[in-house]
């Protein structure tokens, strides 16, 4: 066989037409940062500060530490929320947002995982601006001034701690929370959503189960896998996919199998902040109307969706192939062969891990019944994730990887 091009002989997504890359979020990432909070929120125009969290992570302490450590830096926590559930919804962000308004908070700091963080972005901005969580769907449709044309309005300040290495909301300028009257999940993206802070302390996930750690930190590897594959590629988030996908080779497994090794909980927790992007692909399409069904939770999802999206989008064509011969040299795979070759060698890698740490490998292990398919493949089709997909699915392809998935 005829050695295969390397890496940096292979097409890079370089210039084009057009890209964005943004990043609105001040990261302090070590150790110890928990007391430091309300001295570092302070430089971000907090005074009054309304904490939101859920139940779990209040049982474990951490949201008293950090309650310290705002205090310590001269800051007021005016009130606690920690009613988000693991799949949150809009009526939660609303209710959430009125209780702030109630307590007199000027900013709010989200101590928690996805839910918690993205609850937390949504319920500011209507605090901030008023009407509903409902409302606010949508990409850049947050107030602007001059009625549409003009800059984002800002929102409250908005800090996070995230307490799972995975969903990188807490550096991230989307929102996605659950319409229980519509089953569907919301996806809401605008520059002002970007928390001014986010505080990556491997403290804040030192109580989190295996399990979790695993699946959350699938959801990372996704969004480095599906970033770098995605239409919306560029050279500002390829370089931050690629040294993402590495440390998460080197942490992932480490943090789960002795979830008390600092080190790799930290790794992860910069590396998850590193691979997010909202240019995603079908992965994520797939998983939402999973979640918003059947209530798989989304890195669970993700982790079983994942291989069988890169065995379709590697089949579609020569540079979608190349794109994914870099991720496996980043892995220490085999990059050379046919495109389907090279999408199978990365499917099996990854279905290898999810086996290793022991999380489920089949949507019908999680609750997804075979008469849920057609209804899952729509919801897919109506995600706007699909149109950033490499390779374009019709509804039929999404039925078809949905039965690979069950
Ligand atoms: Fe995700």
Redesign the pocket.
């Known amino acids: 066989m005829e050695a295969a091009p390397q890496f940096g002989a292979r097409q890079l997504s370089g210039f084009k037409d057009f890209c964005q890359f943004a990043h609105g979020t001040r990261v302090i990432a070590g150790r110890d940062l928990l007391s430091s909070a309300g001295f570092e929120f302070a430089k971000e125009g907090a005074h009054r500060v309304f904490v939101v969290t859920d139940q779990v992570i209040r049982a474990t302490g951490l949201v008293d530490k950090v309650e310290a450590g705002l205090m310590d830096g001269g800051l007021e926590v005016v009130g606690i929320f920690d009613e988000v559930p693991q799949d949150s919804s809009t009526e939660v962000c609303d209710r959430c947002a009125e209780q702030a308004r109630a307590a007199g908070a000027d900013a709010f700091l989200a101590v928690g995982g996805?839910s918690v963080i993205d609850t937390t972005k949504v319920a500011d901005s209507v605090f901030t601006h008023g009407g509903s969580a409902r409302e606010s769907e949508g990409f850049y449709l947050m107030p602007r001034a001059d009625d549409g044309m003009g800059a984002p309005l800002p929102i409250a300040p908005l800090a996070a701690i995230p307490t799972t290495a995975?969903?990188?909301s807490e550096v991230s300028m989307g929102a996605?929370v659950k319409d229980h009257e519509n089953k569907v999940k919301l996806e809401i993206a605008d520059f002002p959503l970007f928390p001014r802070l986010a505080i990556l302390d491997p403290e804040s996930t030192a109580t989190l189960p295996a399990a979790i750690a695993a699946a959350t930190g699938m959801?990372?590897l996704?969004?480095a896998v599906e970033g770098y594959v995605s239409l919306d590629a560029n050279p500002y988030q390829d370089g931050r996919s690629l040294v993402a996908l590495r440390m998460i080779r080197d942490n992932l497994e480490r943090a789960v199998e002795d979830t008390s090794d600092e080190e790799a909980r930290g790794n992860m927790l910069i590396a998850a902040s590193l691979a997010?992007t909202i240019g995603?692909g079908s992965t994520?399409s797939m998983?939402h109307p999973c979640g918003a069904r059947f209530g798989v939770p989304?890195?669970v999802a993700?982790a079983i969706n994942l291989p069988h999206v890169i065995r379709f989008n590697a089949g579609g064509g020569a540079d979608i192939a190349d794109r994914y011969r870099d991720l496996n040299e980043v892995l220490g795979l085999e990059s050379g062969g046919s495109d389907s070759a090279v999408g199978d060698r990365l499917a099996t890698h990854v279905e290898g891990m999810i086996e290793r740490m022991g999380l489920p490998t089949r949507l019908s292990q999680v609750g997804v019944p075979e008469e849920g398919i057609p209804a899952l493949a729509d919801g897919a089709m109506g995600d706007g994730l699909t149109l950033l997909n490499p390779r374009e699915p019709t509804e039929e392809d999404y039925v078809e990887l949905f039965r690979r998935a069950l």
């Open positions: 996805g995975g969903t990188g996605v959801d990372a996704t969004h997010i995603l994520h998983s989304h890195g993700n």
